[in-house]
């Protein structure tokens, strides 16, 4: 018998939530950027959040990672280096290193996200201490502005539009992207829960929509975000052609997402009309 | 200030529940099938649930419906006659009447379910006061066992495979099916949410193809549904070719949909290989 039931709640509105019944909270501290929890969850495993809004969860993290690193990888020139801005639990940096790339810049603002991953999920934090990936404590916003380099990809793997992900959705700062990537590059975000968040995939789409030539938006089910339907958006100067080569299956990716998850139902091609 | 607040909540599993918070209940009966409840939520406007789980809620039942329906109408000899198994709350027979269909036969075995959408989804429910739907109060598998007739499209619009619902994922009964479909005619089911009833899909997937020669499982988004993605099965004698014909959109559905919804992630192709 239980006699005390312990759940973490994720408001999706004033008037929907979903929650995950937790073993035990293992952390929750506030750093100068956002608040900070982790939970141990029967169903999900270990789970981070920020702000009160689930950001990965050890049992379906492959799925946001894989869309985000994998996807955009098999479109134009085979990739070799990127820049992945947020993404402070390795993640996506992981995915990329799986994917052979040869120099990753990671740039994430709070220091504090970076070692709650190294302790709590070592396995993808690990990504790292990889010699190819370089981890930048900083705003990734500044980074570029003061940058020269160049990159084939680059991943913004940021929270939702509001507080210190709000100028990652600009269109001052897609411009900088714009200027930071090599030829036939390609620049990807998420853009949030097509029916909670119209605004973020709204913002992010129109605001690529105007300093690119292409763009793409592609949708994944993700069972932890807000409605079970998340966005992502890529960007290029050129046009978008998947590479004749082996494609290799994921957990969730394969060669028939890589086809498939740019068909939009009805109410999210309005969002982006 | 609201001194009290209501929520219903639908547990996906022991640990993990989606909360819709509700203004009112409107309704809680228990049949000699199951329990029905009606609530009046603040985010998806009427909902009602049978045993627990949501079935349908005015914001979102579009797009259950359009999957159901208008997916499987575009392929193969256009269709003019259907049997609905099921679907007591007219959804799925207000779809038929939209896309011409001149014969329905919808089959329920709780006349609960009829009366209750009747007095609380009159919109939807009206599709039974139209004279191409015959209303059949009673057992579908029962009913197809007595019958002769033929139809264009079988329609498994049931609960999940537990309760009343388990016969309707049996071999036997898809066997039954197949005998009272028209040449080059498709049965489709709803086949449960891959991520959390891997079983309902299974079951459909692998009965099905026990009996007919081509099957194919699609995907959906929706989102008060168990991890918001949802699939169904369909299977024919004819291989399936979609018709070239105008595609009409629904607020889900469009021609986009219409190729996409076949292309599975991953983890669902291994659910049923």
Redesign the interface.
Known sequence: MRLIENWF?ERY?????????VKDQLLSIKTDYQRIDLFD????GKLLSIDGTVQLTERDEY?YHEMITMLPYYFNTKPETALIIGGGDGGAAKRLLKLNFKNIVNAEIDRNVVEVSRKYFPEIASSFDDKRVKLIIGDGIKYIKNSNEKFDRIIIDSTDPVGPAEGLFSKEFYNDIKNHLTDGGIAVTQSGSP?YQEKALSLAYKGLSGVFSNVKTY???I?TYP???WSFTMASERAFKIRDENVI??????K??L?????????V?KIII
């Open positions: 709640s509105s004033d008037n929907l939530q979903l929650s995950f019944r969850t029967y169903d999900f799925i029916y949708l994944a089910f069972p409605s079970g339907l299956n994921g957990t969730y990716f394969n028939d997402i086809a498939g998850s740019f068909y939009l139902p009805e109410f091609k």
